[in-house]
């Protein structure tokens, strides 16, 4: 069996995946401090109290907060007995080209999308995933990342303007019944949702004049779905693409 780990900068996501599906998908925060013994205490309780009884025989790791890999990779090792893969580590091949300028590390989170959206979608794509921060992948035509923008984060705003504004308050993102608000919360609202929607539209139609062509927008990560009902933004919208892309490039590293 398969474990996939993706680690972010606020959450962390474990998979077991069979090799035809995705037998379960848990979630935590993101802590540097947590151990291998934590992790393993965690993870094998929700196991057993979802009674999955599978043997862990590989693990693949994404992640964007580097300090966490050391542990992660103690788990694998002390629990598992296998040495993980890790996006973005020489010894981890991809299946698809990374052309940026010398000298740049992207990060390992949009080279796993870029490869999933790739293998699901094909070329000429951007990928938007709205994690803690807003990012956007671009897929050339035989699958190659290319470049991207990033943004701040949707919440990583509304949590910044709660701190610099001592008047606004902390607020969930929703869809606002109306563009101008009545209320601090509904002006917020607003101004956040729908500026976020002009972000998003205003960065893929540039991506598009850019590349002369036309290309899918695929979203992805937690608020996507909320976003997808503003305007007609995205051409699909895929809820586990990271963790495809990590089952994807186990099995390239495998056949290679």
């Known amino acids: ?4 780990i993706d680690c972010g900068n606020t959450n962390t996501v474990f998979a077991i995946h069979d090799g035809t599906e995705f037998v379960s998908v848990w979630r935590t925060a993101t802590e540097h401090t947590r151990t291998a013994d934590q992790y393993y205490v965690w993870l094998s309780t929700l196991m057993k109290f979802n009674d999955i009884q599978v043997d862990i025989t590989d693990v693949i790791i994404s ?3 580097p300090r966490v890999v050391f542990n992660l990779r103690v788990l694998c090792d002390r629990y598992f007995n296998t040495r993980p893969l890790v996006v973005g ?3 981890c091949a991809l299946p698809v080209d990374v052309r940026v300028d010398a000298g740049t590390q992207v990060g390992p989170d949009r080279l796993v999308n870029t490869v999933a959206g790739f293998e699901k979608f094909g070329g000429d794509l951007i990928v938007v995933d709205f994690g803690t921060a807003t990012t956007f992948d671009v897929v050339d035509d035989d699958g190659a990342y290319i470049g991207g923008v990033i943004a701040p984060g949707v919440n990583l705003s509304l949590e910044a303007l709660h701190n610099a504004a001592a008047a606004l308050p902390h607020v969930d993102v ?8 009545t209320n601090t ?6 101004g956040v949702f729908w500026g976020y929607v002009g972000l998003i539209r205003e960065v893929c139609d540039r991506i598009k004049q850019e590349r002369g062509k036309p290309m899918k927008v695929i979203s992805t990560g937690g ?3 909320l976003f997808a009902q503003g305007a007609e933004l995205f051409d699909a919208w895929v809820d586990d693409l990271t963790m495809q892309g ?3 490039i ?5 056949e290679t």
Do not use: F, W
Request: aromatic content about 2%; proline content about 9%.
């Open 174 to 181: 929703s869809k606002p019944d109306r563009v101008i608000g």
């Open 185 to 190: 919360v509904a002006c917020m609202q607003s």
């Open 89 to 91: 580590k020489p010894e």
């Open 250 to 254: 186990h099995a390239y590293n495998r």
């Open 63 to 65: 992640s964007t907060v």
């Open 246 to 248: 990590l089952v994807r």
């Open 1 to 4: 069996m398969l474990l996939a």
């Open 223 to 225: 608020l996507a779905p």
